[in-house]
T-cell receptor, first 114, second 110 residues
Framework: DGGITQSPKYLFRKEGQNVTLSCEQN?????MYWYRQDPGQGLRLIYY???????QKGDIAEGYSVSREKKESFPLTVTSAQKNPTAFYLC?????????????FGPGTRLTVT | RKEVEQDPGPFNVPEGATVAFNCTYS??????FFWYRQDCRKEPKLLMS???SGNEDGRFTAQLNRASQYISLLIRDSKLSDSATYLC???????????FGKGTTLSVSS
């Protein structure tokens, strides 16, 4: 089955630790995105990538880093510089970022930092 | 600032009711429009794209008014399973990411 997978579903970390969230897709989509969602809030864009080896900052990139070495994979690292990392993290992909294609989301990772 | 605004609700309606949500967007050059549905603690899922001519999918009808910069979603004959948060989503232009509204919560009761 084609789709987007994120792992793990729940993640707990101590403050000061970096943590990497996985996102993999087998939809052959060119574009991939990372969002975070806080309770009662909308989705906010962290980073996005239109093609392999290229990515752009979204609205709230500070404290995060990404890589896009393979078309299928777009991991997100939450660094210790991120002041409020506890959130629901959603990865999405689209056929192309340069057109009007809809995005499809993975099931998300709930990160709790204490 | 680029904005997509929605009435957060909640909208509490009985089964069988017709309910409408509106959404306004700030960028008149926006290209693409969507409605997503998000269940509690789940990922958003595409409900339908919104076309200039309006479009219908079963009990759901979406309308776009470019002159007034708003999008609407009409749900007829509401079912219990329609209870969710509905996200209005806009794409400003090619090469950019989607902009999400904060969502409108619908609760359908028996």
């Amino acid at each position: 089955d084609g789709g987007i997978t994120q792992s793990p579903k729940y993640l707990f970390r101590k403050e000061g630790q970096n943590v990497t969230l996985s996102c993999e897709q087998n939809l052959n989509h060119d574009a991939m995105y990372w969002y975070r969602q806080d309770p009662g809030q909308g989705l906010r864009l962290i980073y996005y990538s239109q093609i392999v080896n290229d990515f752009q900052k979204g609205d709230i990139a500070e404290g995060y880093s990404v890589s896009r070495e393979k078309k299928e994979s777009f991991p997100l690292t939450v660094t210790s510089a991120q002041k409020n990392p506890t959130a629901f993290y959603l990865c999405a992909s689209a056929r192309s970022g340069l057109s009007s294609y809809e995005q499809y989301f993975g099931p998300g990772t709930r990160l709790t930092v204490t | 600032r680029k904005e997509v605004e929605q009435d957060p609700g909640p909208f509490n309606v009985p089964e069988g009711a017709t309910v409408a949500f509106n959404c306004t967007y700030s960028n008149s050059a926006s290209q693409s429009f969507f409605w997503y549905r998000q269940d509690c603690r789940k990922e958003p899922k595409l409900l339908m794209s919104v076309y200039s001519s309006g479009n219908e999918d079963g009990r759901f009808t979406a309308q776009l008014n470019r002159a007034s910069q708003y999008i609407s979603l009409l749900i007829r004959d509401s079912k219990l399973s329609d209870s969710a948060t509905y996200l209005c989503v806009v794409k400003w232009q090619a090469g950019t990411a989607l902009i999400f509204g904060k969502g409108t919560t619908l609760s359908v009761s028996s």
